[in-house]
């Protein structure tokens, strides 16, 4: 990978915890699919955790919501099963500007439950947090239920500060040459 961390990669292969190697890269159009099949690999509860309603899949509207983007006011990334022909989906991460308040993107992290406690969301935060630096946005902010101790406090180890609202807490993550910053440069450099 790239001296810079990241610079300008459109695509990469990295490695997670137990050896197994996953292939990143921008979410495009023609990924709706593979956002399908992935939401139909995640459990009842991981849907709930992600979307705060028992959804079971993505609508047509989601699914371009999801997939015709920019990257740029709405960055995504893909994480797939290495060298698999049908791109089988494993995880995903996406943050979204918000119009008003530009430095600050909400963002969301989702993985198939098969994949989860590997290091493959903390790849893909790693890859938001990088990219939100790149697109002058200073504040990752995310929003988690009161339940999912589990992101709570992955999200408060990596450095994000929490505010409790209404049975959801608002996680915000500085964007900075921190210290998680530099976790995400060992993370994507290795």
Not at 56 to 61: G, I, Q, V
Not at 85 to 91: H, S, T
Not at 139 to 152: E, H, K, P, Q
Request: aromatic share 10%; hydrophobic share 40%; net charge negative.
């Amino acid at each position: 990978m790239d001296g810079d961390y990241f610079g300008s990669i459109e695509e990469f292969t990295l490695p997670l915890r137990d050896g197994e190697l996953v292939d990143f890269r921008p979410v495009k159009q023609n990924d709706k699919e593979t956002l399908q099949k992935g939401m139909l690999a995640l459990s009842s509860k991981s849907r709930y955790f992600r979307f705060f309603s028992p959804i079971l899949k993505l609508s047509d509207t989601q699914l371009c919501d999801f997939t015709e983007i920019d990257q740029q006011n709405h960055v995504a990334w893909i994480a797939l099963a290495h060298n698999e022909p049908e791109d089988r989906g494993l995880g995903i991460a996406r943050f979204i500007r918000i119009q008003n308040q530009p430095e600050i993107a909400e963002f969301g992290v989702a993985v198939i439950d098969s994949y989860q406690h590997r290091g493959l969301g903390t790849i893909l935060l790693a890859v938001l947090h990088r990219m939100a630096s790149i697109k002058g946005i200073e504040i990752l902010r995310g929003y988690v239920l009161a339940d999912n101790t589990v992101m709570s406090n992955w999200l408060g180890r990596l450095g994000a500060v929490g505010v409790y609202e209404n049975g959801v807490y608002r996680m915000d993550l500085t964007v900075s040459d921190d210290l998680f910053s530099s976790k995400c440069r060992k993370i994507l450099t290795g």
